[in-house]
């Protein structure tokens, strides 16, 4: 069964970077797709960015557009989020899930949550 792990939060400045990872074990990794979702205080979660298993990225909103990038690495059943231009915006808690194949405009089509990672923006 597919267990889903995040890690690589912290806190950083304003402009500057993260990566987190999502990394599986329990099921191999390369036939679903990953979304990456976050949730800020007091606000709804939202999707991020999600890569199906051939590779095809979406994007969820124009909130991170050109500042974040999604990426998996089959061999090693990790799928990362490289943050660059970070924003006290962007401050939340950050989840992964799985969904068969292709990526969905919804979190509620994806299982196999994970416990997130804490995202501190801040100066």
């Known amino acids: 069964q597919l267990q889903l792990v995040e890690s690589g939060g912290g806190l950083a400045q304003p402009g500057g970077s993260l990566r987190l990872s999502c990394a599986a074990s329990?099921?191999?990794?390369?036939?679903?797709?990953i979304g990456w979702f976050r949730q800020a205080p007091g606000k709804d979660r939202e999707g991020v960015l999600c890569?199906?298993?051939?590779?095809?990225?979406?994007n969820y909103g124009d909130s991170v557009k050109g500042r974040f990038t999604i990426s998996r690495d089959n061999a090693k059943n990790t799928v990362y989020l490289q943050m660059n231009s970070l924003k006290p915006e962007d401050t939340g808690v950050y989840y992964c899930?799985?969904?068969?194949?292709?990526?969905?405009?919804?979190?509620?089509?994806?299982?196999?949550w994970g416990q997130g990672t804490q995202v501190t923006v801040s100066s």
């Open positions: 890569i199906s298993s051939s590779g095809v990225t979406t």
């Open positions: 329990g099921s191999a990794l390369y036939s679903y797709a």
């Open positions: 899930a799985r969904r068969n194949y292709a990526c969905a405009p919804s979190g509620i089509y994806f299982g196999s």
